[in-house]
């Protein structure tokens, strides 16, 4: 037998390319290698002759000029001298901005959703599923005109505030809710708050410190410490007594209305909150939908063996369930945080400067360096949903079940 | 047996009673639901007094509606500073909302019976127990629809559907010998048919011919509608191929898919249809024009075709790898295993997810209002709201968009429910 294996071999046809499962793959791969070098080639062709029919060239110098137009809402130094690349990167951090808030309140809403969604409470699951319904089956941009339509109609605007008997009042004199905009207080940092700060991050270190030395206490002499009241203080205490003895160095700066408008504080434009709250809001029925989900999925019988083995309830949602739950709850979760971020670039409906409204929207309006802009527009998102998919992943081979 | 006579033995049983109020109807069910401890009394409160106000806040906007008016400025005079909304622009501007403002009024039946047939092709293909000879009807819809939507004459169709014929036909023929064979004589006979057809539909382009309506003068929630069937129907078989070719052993045809989806679904929708806007163009052999909207179908089809190519890309995981090596040992080839065996299972697991990346393509096709284009929420934004009679009625117009997609995606959502039930009991 093995001699005719080895005469087959011997006499390679042609047709073999074709007809032999060893040779037909490559066969396929070159056609299909060639097809593809063929389509780009075609591509390259055309774009590098309507280039030259429309007198254009590829080039990103057009990054240093300066941009010539004003972001309102940043969170670095701006002006309308700075460069393309500088709007570019405020547009940046504003999108992050965004999706960091966005993602928070999604998480908080969608967690709490779905919670209430399986309660016996026939009234709040029932409120719970109507809302989920609505804001899933609705497209976002319709939600964040709505919201941003909601917040320029139904606030008052800052001269509502002026005056002996103002239409509208601060809450608590600290937060002023315009249609412009919500204004609140910022925080001063006067000389020695590095110090405050610096012992608060270290009592938290300390309290995870504190928690792993409990644990191994519990699981090599079997003590069991209580470490909840510990953390707390650990978590108040030290910071409280080195901000009052360093002389209060952290203060508040509050919003004033000066003249037709507030000066001072912590101000967010009305974009950004209505966008925030629109995203939030509308990724929020998703995660509470798989939030319920994984809750679900977590057999009952689960719950009745950790009951058997005596645990007290807390522990079986701790212990038992949850991380159970998060196993199917967690990688969705994820992929709606990335849609968080995508989706804010619709940002552009209500003209929060975002990354697609300032590189993707004036500046390319303005130089129409349409090539560039996209490309680079694209190489952002796309750099982070790489590397948040690349998180993704190292996290579920961490949870995934060890099958042996 | 000796009869027991004793005075305090009872013979009869005592008739079944009611179970006390506390336990039966009403009163059970809302102790038990909402009344069970004091959180679930306070969430229940707090429920009731949410639905309270939202009903007393809305009740008298939606009932003091006004629905005849020629502005926003002649509602606010009859409403005289009560509290209602102004439907009258919705009445008014109906048609706008509908088909956009350039689709010529006297040709409004088409794009209606367009929808209407749409449903009846859809039929055989969303519920399997009609009669499966109608899937013959739906073969031939997007031929129909192409015509009574664009006009023009209908021989463009009729060719390009026998063409199509043709080239099934001729791969029908010939695939017997090889798939590949049969793939490659079935393109080069339909392509030569079209050729052949289309100087045949040139020259006798007045044939039957209802009025051309070109592309840009589609608008409204046809718009929409159009964007979302054209881009979900050609990205189902788009992403099945990309999700097999991300499955296959051969690692060029695999690196191109795996590059293609993970780039699509990298970015935004938004960016991509900026591609589409402005970039798109540069592609295109010089001194063709190939408009916008057909520009935005192939970057919407890319877009859908990748998120779906994931979706079955977790159907074909999902098969045990008995069923690969079953097909295997049969002797089968590729595109036999591929086609008889593992899709038809994959494809059923994928179901409901495919449907649910089509919902959303649905819901996405409003983006393109942002690079004006006017669909409903296109127009909304642009024709409705700029006028001068209609400037600030956000919540009416936003509403009435809000409304008719829920209206579309909770009915598919409901729908792959269904479905997704009527495939599991199959299964046991």
Not at chain 2, 333 to 339: E, I, K, L, P
Request: hydrophobic share 50%; with cysteine; charged share 15%.
């Amino acid at each position: 037998m093995s001699t005719s294996i080895s005469t087959e071999r011997e006499t390679f046809r042609l047709s073999m390319l074709l007809n032999d499962k060893r040779y037909r793959s490559y066969t396929f791969q070159f056609f299909a290698l060639l097809v593809l070098i063929c389509i780009i080639a075609y591509l390259g062709k055309n774009l590098v002759e309507n280039l030259a029919k429309a007198g254009l060239n590829i080039s990103y110098g057009f990054l240093e000029d300066p941009a010539g137009y004003d972001i309102n809402q940043r969170l670095i130094e701006y002006n309308s001298q700075s460069s393309h690349l500088r709007a570019a990167f405020v547009g940046v951090l504003n999108t992050l901005l965004v999706a960091f808030l966005g993602c928070i309140m999604a998480t908080v809403l969608g967690v709490t959703a779905g919670i209430l969604r399986l309660s016996n409470n026939w009234i709040v699951a029932k409120l719970m599923t109507i809302y989920v319904e609505i804001f899933r089956n609705v497209p976002i941009l319709i939600w964040i005109l709505i919201i941003s339509s909601i917040f320029m109609g139904v606030l008052p605007q800052p001269r509502a505030f002026r005056g002996e008997n103002p239409e509208a009042t601060m809450l608590w004199d600290m937060f002023a809710f315009t249609g412009r905009g919500v204004y609140t207080p910022g925080p001063i940092f006067f000389e020695g708050s590095l110090v405050v700060i610096g012992t608060f991050l270290l009592s938290i270190v300390s309290i995870f410190a504190f928690r792993r030395y409990a644990r191994r206490k519990l699981y090599s002499e079997g003590k069991v410490i209580k470490t909840s009241w510990i953390s707390l203080l650990l978590f108040f205490i030290p910071t409280i007594i080195v901000f009052y003895a360093l002389g209060s160095p952290i203060g508040l700066e509050y919003p004033e209305l000066k003249g037709f408008n507030f000066k001072g504080g912590i101000y967010a434009r009305g974009s950004l909150i209505s966008l925030w709250f629109a995203l939030s809001i509308y990724t929020g029925a998703f995660i509470a939908e798989v939030v319920r989900a994984g809750i679900q999925s977590v057999d009952k019988g689960q719950t009745e063996a950790a009951a058997a083995l005596g645990l007290r309830s807390n522990f079986i949602m701790n212990l038992v369930v949850l991380p159970q739950a998060l196993r199917v709850i967690i990688p969705p979760m994820i992929s709606f945080y990335l849609n968080i971020t995508k989706n804010s670039s619709l940002a552009l409906a209500v003209g929060y400067m975002d990354i697609t409204s300032t590189l993707g929207g004036i500046t390319l309006n303005q130089t129409g360096r349409a090539i560039e802009a996209v490309l680079l527009l694209m190489l952002f998102y796309l750099a982070i949903s790489l590397s948040i998919s690349a998180v993704m992943n190292v996290y579920n081979r961490s949870v995934m079940l060890k099958e042996r | 047996m000796a009869e027991n006579n004793a005075s305090f033995v009872r013979h009869e049983l005592i008739k079944e009673q009611v179970p006390p109020v506390s336990q039966r109807g009403v009163v059970k069910w809302v102790s038990e639901n909402l009344i069970s401890s004091p959180f679930n009394v306070i969430m229940t409160l707090l429920s009731l007094w949410i639905i309270y106000s939202i009903i007393v806040n809305s009740a008298p906007w939606f009932i003091n509606g006004i629905w005849d008016a020629k502005s926003v400025r002649e509602c606010y005079d009859i409403l005289d500073g009560v509290s209602g909304a102004c439907f009258a622009v919705l009445k008014e501007r109906f048609p706008q909302l509908i088909y956009g403002f350039k689709y010529p009024p006297t040709e409004y039946w088409r794009p209606n019976t367009a929808v209407v047939l749409l449903l009846a092709a859809l039929a055989p293909v969303l519920f399997r127990k009609l009669p499966q000879q109608l899937l013959g009807f739906s073969a031939i819809y997007p031929f129909l629809a192409y015509w009574l939507i664009w006009g023009g004459t209908p021989l463009v169709p009729v060719i390009a559907f026998l063409g199509l014929a043709f080239g099934i036909y001729c791969f029908r023929r010939f695939s017997a010998r090889s798939f590949a064979f049969g793939v490659v004589i079935a393109v080069i006979a339909a392509s030569l048919f079209w050729v052949l057809g289309g100087y045949l539909s040139e020259a006798n382009g007045t044939f039957l011919a209802l009025e051309a309506v070109p592309s840009r003068d589609m608008g409204g929630l046809m718009l929409n509608l159009l964007l979302g069937t054209i881009a979900c129907s050609i990205s189902i078989p788009l992403g099945v191929i990309l999700a097999l070719g991300r499955q296959s052993n051969m690692p060029i045809i695999k690196w191109i898919c795996v590059i293609f989806i993970e780039f699509i679904r990298g970015v935004p929708l938004i960016t991509l249809l900026f591609v589409a806007n402005v970039i798109l163009a540069f592609f295109f052999p010089p001194d063709t024009s190939i408009d916008l909207i057909l520009r935005v179908i192939i970057m919407m089809t890319f877009f859908n075709s990748a998120y779906i190519a994931e979706v079955v890309r977790g159907g074909l995981a999902a098969l045990p790898t008995g069923q690969y090596e079953a097909a295997n040992s049969l002797g089968l080839d590729y595109a036999q295993s591929m086609r008889l065996i593992i899709l038809p299972q994959a494809l059923k697991i994928s179901i409901p997810g495919i449907v649910n990346v089509s919902v959303g393509m649905l819901k996405d096709t409003t983006l393109v209002s942002i690079i004006s284009m006017f669909d409903l929420v296109g127009m909304i934004r642009g024709p409705i709201l700029a006028t001068s009679e209609w400037n600030g009625v956000y919540w009416e117009l936003f509403g009435c968009a809000a409304a008719i997609f829920f209206v579309i995606c909770f009915s598919v959502s409901k729908y792959s429910q269904w479905l997704e039930r009527q495939l599991e009991t199959s299964n046991r």
